[in-house]
């Protein structure tokens, strides 16, 4: 049985996980020219078996990012059309263009349907780069979020889940000044949220990890008494994330005809942005 995570011993003689629980879990086996197999993990299934949707794109875009000649995922969009399920699946990839400073690619996974035909479940789009081969330059015009330590922080998720929660919440540790209302029953009204975020299996995030932590915590409708659903969901991937736990701002702002939209931005703990999404979800 695999462990959690690797370790390499560092230069000081101290530890650090270099490939977590998501990594092991959404990286597929190519089996032939843009085609790639995976049995997709219960590990990141939600309460009624379905997997969730950060999941699924970290899945598509690994496999995606094996193909594509530059390194770094900038942005990825991906539309969910049908459940996702643990077991076996496929992960089809095309490169669309590779040119000097960008290139393109779509990814399809597909999993078997009742009829055990092939048939898709997400289709990606995305455009990689070299972050490393620009200057940063950053200009931010929001600061990341104002949180106490995440050791100082009220923890939920992780090892603190209740019993009977959503195998996915027992992967990510939360760190928050207070309980949000939903967990305590009493939500506040207010669809937006800042915590601290961190896996836990104690690795370090990754750039391609963040395609999975935009959609890693619970949808902020909650605090409105209100549930959704993933429809699409679009992420920018800005730096490659320093060591340790990221500050994390969600925000929901127009709920119309059963959809609301739903932003997140992820900062490092060196208080660089990382990444950004906006997604359109499903009211439950």
């Known amino acids: 049985m695999l462990e959690p995570f690797f370790l390499l011993t560092c230069p000081q003689g ?5 490939i977590g629980e998501l990594g092991l879990d959404s990286t597929a086996q190519r089996v032939g020219d843009g085609v790639h197999e995976i049995a997709l993990s219960d590990r990141w299934s939600l309460d009624d078996g379905r997997l969730n949707g950060g999941y699924q794109l970290s899945v598509a875009l690994r496999a995606l990012a094996t193909e594509v000649p530059l390194p770094d995922p900038v942005v990825a969009s991906a539309s969910y059309l049908r459940p996702a399920m643990p077991g ?3 992960v089809r990839t095309e490169v669309v263009r590779a040119g000097r400073r960008l290139a393109t690619g779509t990814a399809r996974l597909v999993q078997a349907g009742p009829d055990g035909a092939e048939r ?3 289709r990606l789009e995305a455009t990689f780069a070299d972050l490393a081969a620009t200057p940063a330059d950053p200009v931010d015009l929001t600061v990341p979020p104002a949180l106490p330590p995440f050791a100082e922080c009220v923890s939920f998720g992780g090892p603190d889940a209740p019993p009977g929660a959503a195998t996915v919440g027992r992967r990510m540790r939360y760190g928050v000044p207070a309980l949000p209302g939903w967990v305590r029953g009493e939500p506040s009204g207010d669809p937006s949220a800042e915590f601290w ?13 963040l395609a999975f932590v935009v959609d890693g915590a619970a949808p902020v ?11 699409q969901l679009t992420v920018h991937l800005r730096e490659h994330p320093a060591p340790g736990p990221l500050r ?18 992820v900062w490092d703990a060196d208080g ?9 979800a499903l009211l439950l």
């Open 248 to 265: 994390c701002r969600t925000v929901t702002r127009h709920l119309a005809h059963g959809l609301h939209e739903e932003d997140v931005e």
């Open 14 to 18: 101290t530890l650090r996980a270099v």
């Open 272 to 280: 660089a942005l990382v990444a950004q999404s906006r997604q359109l």
């Open 88 to 90: 076996p699946a496929r």
């Open 120 to 122: 898709d479940v997400l």
């Open 221 to 231: 409708v909650l605090e409105m008494g209100r549930g959704s659903s993933t429809a």
């Open 197 to 209: 975020f961190a896996f836990a299996d104690g690795s370090d995030a990754t750039l391609l990890d």
